[in-house]
């Protein structure tokens, strides 16, 4: 079966524009969660949607923003865009229950300049 | 607070050597654990999970991981290290809310394979 599909894989923006990051979770999968991949700070978590509706939050300012469509695929918004935001966005799907863990797609390179 | 913490960013081996990567992880409520490998440039993969039951855990690629409570520990280890093992190697944890979760990842820690 299909994997996660994140688009798009690479981006380069411009500092103040805003970017919108799309993932498509794993056939049946209700739970898409989105992490942030920096060298200094690692993988932190964004935050997670299961059926349409936001269920966790981590701790980002409000430019970043996501929502998920009834077909379970999300999309990511940053607003007002900041050299600091350049990272590996990252895309996850689950089942939505704990003990299975998230199987991730490869994810989208977002750079600002 | 469920955190994880993996000992050693970097670990070089030589091939055919025995893989020994630390993680300690701390959690008031028994925890799901998790070994996820990134090869660059791409997503992380599931490695090998452990939720209840057996304590030792096998998963792809020949590696394996020992939960053991006591310790609080969940190490992942690879008897030979083979070159295609050179990745980033991230061990986390499951933070388990009243209606959601999400996952706690380690600092990773970079695997070197000398030839």
């Known amino acids: 079966k299909a994997g996660v599909t994140q688009t798009p894989r690479y981006l380069i923006k411009t500092r103040g524009q805003q970017v919108t990051l799309s993932c498509s979770p794993i056939s049946g999968h209700r739970s898409v969660s989105w992490y942030q991949q920096t060298p200094g700070q690692g993988l932190q978590f964004l935050f997670e949607?299961?059926?349409?509706?936001?269920?966790n939050k981590g701790n980002f300012p409000g430019r970043f923003s996501g929502r998920q469509f009834s077909n379970s695929r999300s999309e990511m918004n940053v607003s007002t865009l900041e050299l600091g935001d350049s990272a590996l966005y990252l895309c996850?799907?689950?089942?939505?229950?704990?003990?299975?863990?998230?199987?991730f797609g490869s994810g989208t390179r977002l750079t600002v300049v | 607070a469920q955190s994880v913490t993996q000992l050693g960013s970097h670990v070089s081996v030589s091939e055919g050597a025995l893989v020994l990567l630390r993680c300690n992880y701390s959690?008031?409520?028994?925890?799901?654990l998790f070994w996820y490998v990134q090869y660059p440039n791409q997503g992380l993969q599931l490695l090998l999970k452990?939720?209840?039951?057996?304590?030792l855990v096998k998963g792809i690629n020949g590696f394996e991981a020992e939960f053991k409570k006591s310790e609080t520990s969940f190490h992942l280890t690879k008897p030979s290290a083979h070159m295609s093992d050179a990745a980033e190697y991230f061990c986390a944890v499951s933070v388990i809310y009243s209606s959601a979760s999400k996952i706690i990842f380690g600092s990773g820690t970079r695997l070197s394979i000398r030839p």
């Open positions: 949607y299961f059926s349409e509706t936001q269920r």
């Open positions: 452990y939720t209840t039951g057996a304590t």
């Open positions: 959690s008031s409520v028994p925890p799901y």
């Open positions: 996850a799907s689950s089942l939505g229950e704990t003990g299975f863990g998230y199987t």
